[in-house]
């Protein structure tokens, strides 16, 4: 049995257990992180403890931990699981209070942590690509923060599962956003683009790690909307997430893109990535 973490504790995942009136469960009040645990270490900890405190700001909620706090329950939580490949989820919602939509006054915020062994993508995934569909992005207009309310996520993820794909790349007002859990890329004519940060899209960890990577080997990239007419004729399409990592897309709607094989540029990218994980590891 998984060991969890819930408001100061360490204890079995079907001990744990939470009030009827968390606002988390009663109104999706909260916000989280998934944060990918290489070889017993939390990868880009710092980033996700940053990430972490912008979407509190964002719901206005207090971060009811330093960050050398979290480093320590995080690093307990992974060892209480046996290290090694792990994706580690947290969640803080504004805790337990009459329902009301109003926020409520003094209240602690409900904290928990679980990490589970990391899946990594099947093989498959990197030899052939995936499957992604469009569809229109019907999510609200704070996609910054990483609120745990992912209804519209969910419904857009259960779209391209149920048309065979893996992934639904969302679509606003005629431009690619992001993947439904995902950062989505286009290459160009040997350019990568990818939607600027705004409140259309969440600031993933790896899409920072990506942009990075590419200036540091001098591969032109550039934070610029995608249209979906310039998508539909990319060369490449690639997502990314602290669980997935890169992934190539070689089918969009039914469409062959580029030569209908994993992009040679998303492999230089993929190399660059599992050569910094081995680096930072
Ligand atoms: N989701 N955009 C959305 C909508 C996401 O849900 C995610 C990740 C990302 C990628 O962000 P990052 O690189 O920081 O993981 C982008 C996580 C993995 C999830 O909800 O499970």
Redesign the pocket.
């Known amino acids: 049995m998984a060991i969890v973490y819930l408001n100061g504790e360490f204890l079995p995942a079907d001990k744990a257990q939470v009030s009827v009136f968390d606002r988390g469960y009663l109104l999706g009040d909260g916000v989280y992180e998934?944060i990918p645990v290489y070889a017993g270490n939390a990868f880009l900890l710092d980033r996700h403890l940053q990430r972490l405190q912008n979407s509190l700001d964002g719901v206005r909620m207090t971060n009811p931990f330093s960050n050398e706090t979290w480093t320590n329950i995080i690093n307990k939580l992974i060892a209480h699981n046996n290290g090694g490949d792990q994706s580690l989820y947290l969640q803080v919602t504004r805790g337990v209070a009459p329902r009301d939509h109003l926020f409520p006054a003094d209240t602690a915020p409900s904290v928990y942590m679980m990490s589970n062994p990391l899946q990594p993508v099947a093989e498959s995934w990197k030899i052939e690509g995936i499957k992604a569909i469009t569809t229109a992005d019907i999510r609200w207009m704070r996609?910054d923060i990483k609120a745990i309310t992912l209804l519209a996520?969910s419904m857009m993820k259960q779209l391209a599962h149920d048309a065979g794909a893996q992934e639904a790349l969302l679509v606003r007002d005629g431009f690619l956003t992001?993947?439904?859990?995902?950062?989505a890329y286009a290459v160009i004519d040997g350019v990568i683009f990818t939607a600027p940060k705004d409140e259309k899209?969440?600031p993933?960890?790896?899409?920072d790690l990506v942009i990075e990577l590419a200036a540091k080997a001098d591969m032109p990239l550039h934070e610029r909307a995608i249209s979906v007419s310039a998508l539909r004729g990319a060369d490449e399409i690639w997502i990314?997430?602290?669980?997935k990592e890169v992934v190539p897309v070689t089918l969009l709607d039914g469409e062959i893109v580029g030569t209908g094989k994993p992009g040679a540029i998303w492999q230089q990218m993929d190399t660059l990535f599992q050569q910094y994980k081995q680096e930072v590891a």
């Open positions: 998934v996609c996520n992001e993947g439904s859990a995902s950062n899209v969440l993933g960890i790896t899409r990314s997430s602290s669980t």
